[in-house]
């Protein structure tokens, strides 16, 4: 499968199924943050442990209400449950009337609005029972103030419904004087008339009527009188309390534990939405819409020698393949290796390996170094071998031409093989020297059967001598580190190299820093600067007194690249060994 095809199915705007995949990867960048969860969970044990040693105890003691409606008959049925307003009566438990009697009751001199302070009442629901829970530092004093409130409150609603009576029984008063007078009246009638007159009957028929009337009052005045004004009976005594209440110092740092993991996260979040680097091959994917071709481990580089070994050499080897296999590829056999930004140290030691791997696979693979600017190539072969080869300290032109004509120079890869090199030099006029015909014909080199070249140019964002020679050489691999580069910075590659006319084969990501000299403790002279010689080691020769190879420590042959001597090839055929 061609890298073409999968640039055009990141570039294919993504499909439901594809959610669960983009949620674990944004997972997963989060957890690159662990700095700041790490300091939200620990800034919420902190405010968990503050609130617990810093907090008063509080100690709630309870007492709990029956309400009951004035009745005549204690143990007739209950009355119905809606007879009696439960909101009211709560909104009448936390007033200023009960907590006046509570005061009394208590014999303090606290002002009300102090002493209901540590009060709250609550009705659980479908019942007519009123809770009375009064918090205080003393469980003692909590229990005295929750049995004083509680005493309160039946106490005057008792007196609410002895006050109602009264008033009741007061206006039946009021009603029966007159019907005596009139009685009273009737009666001295009566005594006066005849009995059997028809005076004496209707004086008769109005006395009983009168009588009557004086009869339900006195009934009505009976009933009032004799009903139970009690408000309630008190189910649940206020005790004090044995613990405090309140979660608790472990509670309280569990909470902040939670509390702390969420506002880690959050911050994570926002860093991740604010942080223009890229985190992960996906988003290197989706910026560039072109396949990540390789990720090379960290582990076992060795900042002082191109050639690879072990795992990194064989994620090279696997860079090659799948662009040697690939489409898009096969067409030209041309490959631009640049970075976006920074140095140019690690795409070239990503050129030097893969073009090592195409030697590896049988192919004529040529290297040319582009970068006529600061070339490096030549200063990574000394510090690699140990010996400076000839032509890397041969003085440039005067008049600054001459690249790359009569510079291939081949290359022992080492086990994989041997490869053409085409170093860069400093040159007057970069962009002719890029776009002369004689690099062009360097780069046709490619069209030839089996070959492949491999081109090695500055940043693409800091010149624009990799955009002049897209057009020559068409495949572009892009190697970078996710977290140095910015989305922007791979989406403007992108609208470059495909404006350009050229096409985007993948992206090699590392985790080595800008690729700098810098960031490797080595410090890039100035363009003007003269080299420094390069120290020259004694090494064994054999018996024709040609130099062997470099031995290290252990006897082990150095993997680094090396310069052949032309009296080691046959027949002056660079590509048959002896």
């Given at each position: 499968?061609?890298?073409v095809?999968?640039a055009?199915?990141?570039?294919?705007p993504?499909?439901p199924?594809?959610?669960?995949?983009?949620?674990?990867?944004?997972?997963?960048?989060?957890?690159?943050?662990?700095?700041?969860?790490?300091?939200?969970?620990?800034l919420?044990?902190?405010?968990?442990?503050?609130l617990?040693?810093?907090?008063n105890?509080?100690?709630?003691?309870?007492?709990?209400?029956?309400?009951?409606?004035?009745t005549?008959?204690?143990?007739?049925?209950?009355?119905?449950?809606?007879?009696?307003a439960?909101?009211?009566?709560?909104?009448?438990?936390?007033?200023?009337?009960?907590?006046?009697?509570?005061?009394?009751?208590?014999?303090?001199?606290?002002?009300?609005?102090?002493?209901?302070r540590?009060?709250?009442?609550?009705?659980?629901?479908?019942?007519?029972?009123?809770?009375?829970?009064?918090?205080?530092?003393?469980?003692?004093?909590?229990?005295?103030?929750?049995g004083?409130?509680?005493?309160?409150?039946?106490?005057?609603?008792?007196?609410?419904a002895?006050?109602?009576?009264?008033?009741?029984?007061a206006?039946?008063?009021?009603?029966?004087?007159?019907?005596?007078?009139r009685?009273?009246?009737?009666?001295?009638e009566?005594?006066?008339?005849?009995?059997?007159?028809?005076?004496?009957?209707?004086?008769?028929?109005?006395?009983?009527?009168?009588?009557?009337?004086?009869?339900?009052?006195?009934?009505?005045?009976?009933?009032?009188?004799?009903?139970?004004?009690?408000?309630?009976?008190?189910?649940?005594?206020?005790?004090?309390?044995?613990?405090?209440?309140?979660?608790?110092?472990?509670?309280?740092?569990?909470?902040?534990?939670?509390?702390?993991?969420?506002?880690g996260?959050?911050a994570?979040?926002?860093?991740?939405?604010?942080?223009p680097?890229?985190?992960?091959?996906?988003?290197?994917?989706?910026?560039?819409?072109?396949?990540?071709?390789?990720?090379?481990?960290?582990?076992?580089?060795d900042?002082?020698?191109?050639?690879?070994?072990?795992?990194?050499?064989?994620?090279?080897?696997s860079?090659?393949?799948?662009?040697?296999?690939?489409e898009?590829?096969a067409?030209?056999?041309?490959?631009?290796?640049?970075a976006p930004r920074?140095?140019?140290?690690?795409?070239?030691?990503?050129?030097?390996?893969?073009?090592?791997?195409?030697?590896?696979?049988?192919?004529?693979?040529?290297?040319?170094?582009?970068?006529?600017?600061?070339?490096?190539?030549?200063d990574?072969?000394?510090h690699?071998?140990?010996v400076?080869?000839?032509w890397?300290?041969?003085?440039?032109r005067?008049?600054g031409?001459?690249?790359p004509?009569?510079?291939?120079v081949?290359?022992?890869?080492?086990?994989?093989g041997?490869?053409?090199?085409?170093?860069?030099?400093?040159?007057?006029?970069?962009?002719?020297?890029?776009?002369?015909?004689?690099?062009?014909?360097?780069?046709?080199?490619?069209?030839?059967?089996?070959?492949?070249v491999?081109?090695?140019?500055?940043?693409?964002?800091?010149?624009?001598?990799?955009i002049?020679?897209?057009?020559?050489?068409d495949?572009?691999?892009?190697?970078?580190?996710?977290?140095?580069v910015?989305?922007?910075?791979?989406?403007?590659?992108?609208?470059?190299?495909?404006?350009?006319?050229?096409?985007?084969?993948?992206?090699?990501?590392?985790s080595?820093?800008?690729?700098?000299?810098?960031?490797?403790?080595?410090?890039?002279?100035?363009?003007?600067?003269?080299?420094?010689?390069?120290?020259?080691?004694?090494?064994?020769r054999?018996?024709?007194?040609?130099?062997?190879?470099?031995?290290?420590?252990?006897?082990?042959e150095?993997?680094?690249?090396?310069?052949?001597?032309?009296?080691e090839?046959?027949?002056?055929?660079?590509?048959?060994?002896?």
């Amino acid at each position: 499968m061609s890298a073409v095809a999968g640039a055009e199915r990141a570039a294919a705007p993504h499909q439901p199924w594809d959610e669960p995949d983009l949620l674990r990867d944004q997972f997963r960048q989060l957890l690159r943050y662990r700095a700041l969860i790490i300091c939200g969970i620990l800034l919420g044990l902190a405010g968990g442990a503050w609130l617990g040693l810093t907090a008063n105890e509080s100690y709630v003691a309870t007492g709990e209400v029956s309400l009951r409606t004035p009745t005549a008959d204690p143990f007739a049925d209950p009355a119905p449950m809606d007879r009696v307003a439960m909101g009211s009566e709560r909104r009448t438990a936390v007033s200023d009337i009960v907590a006046e009697r509570a005061a009394q009751t208590l014999g303090t001199s606290e002002s009300v609005g102090r002493l209901k302070r540590g009060l709250t009442v609550t009705n659980p629901p479908n019942t007519q029972v009123l809770r009375f829970a009064y918090s205080a530092s003393d469980p003692e004093v909590a229990a005295q103030r929750a049995g004083a409130f509680v005493t309160a409150y039946l106490a005057n609603r008792q007196a609410d419904a002895d006050e109602t009576i009264t008033q009741n029984v007061a206006s039946l008063e009021g009603q029966r004087e007159p019907l005596l007078e009139r009685r009273d009246q009737l009666q001295a009638e009566v005594d006066t008339l005849v009995e059997g007159t028809s005076p004496y009957d209707l004086a008769v028929a109005d006395l009983s009527q009168v009588v009557g009337q004086i009869a339900e009052l006195n009934s009505d005045i009976s009933a009032l009188r004799a009903l139970d004004t009690t408000g309630g009976r008190v189910i649940t005594e206020a005790a004090p309390p044995s613990s405090p209440a309140g979660p608790g110092l472990p509670l309280l740092l569990g909470l902040g534990y939670v509390v702390g993991i969420g506002l880690g996260l959050l911050a994570a979040w926002v860093r991740l939405v604010f942080d223009p680097t890229v985190r992960s091959a996906g988003d290197v994917t989706r910026a560039l819409r072109a396949p990540v071709l390789g990720v090379l481990p960290r582990a076992g580089r060795d900042p002082d020698q191109l050639l690879a070994e072990g795992r990194l050499a064989e994620e090279y080897r696997s860079i090659a393949f799948r662009l040697a296999y690939d489409e898009a590829f096969a067409q030209r056999r041309r490959l631009l290796v640049v970075a976006p930004r920074g140095g140019i140290d690690t795409p070239l030691a990503a050129a030097v390996n893969v073009t090592a791997a195409f030697a590896e696979m049988g192919m004529n693979a040529l290297l040319v170094e582009a970068d006529l600017r600061t070339p490096t190539l030549t200063d990574q072969l000394r510090h690699a071998d140990g010996v400076r080869p000839g032509w890397a300290h041969a003085p440039a032109r005067a008049d600054g031409g001459g690249w790359p004509a009569g510079m291939r120079v081949p290359i022992d890869a080492g086990e994989s093989g041997i490869f053409d090199l085409v170093p860069g030099r400093r040159v007057r006029n970069v962009p002719r020297a890029l776009t002369s015909p004689a690099a062009t014909e360097l780069i046709g080199h490619a069209d030839e059967r089996g070959s492949v070249v491999v081109v090695l140019a500055p940043p693409v964002l800091s010149y624009a001598d990799a955009i002049a020679l897209t057009d020559r050489v068409d495949g572009v691999l892009v190697v970078c580190d996710p977290a140095e580069v910015r989305r922007e910075d791979l989406a403007r590659v992108r609208e470059l190299v495909v404006g350009a006319g050229g096409s985007l084969l993948g992206a090699v990501l590392h985790s080595w820093g800008n690729g700098s000299e810098r960031a490797r403790g080595r410090t890039v002279p100035p363009p003007d600067a003269p080299a420094a010689p390069a120290p020259r080691q004694e090494r064994p020769r054999d018996a024709r007194g040609r130099p062997g190879p470099e031995r290290g420590e252990g006897n082990s042959e150095t993997m680094g690249l090396r310069v052949l001597d032309p009296a080691e090839w046959e027949d002056g055929d660079p590509h048959h060994r002896i």
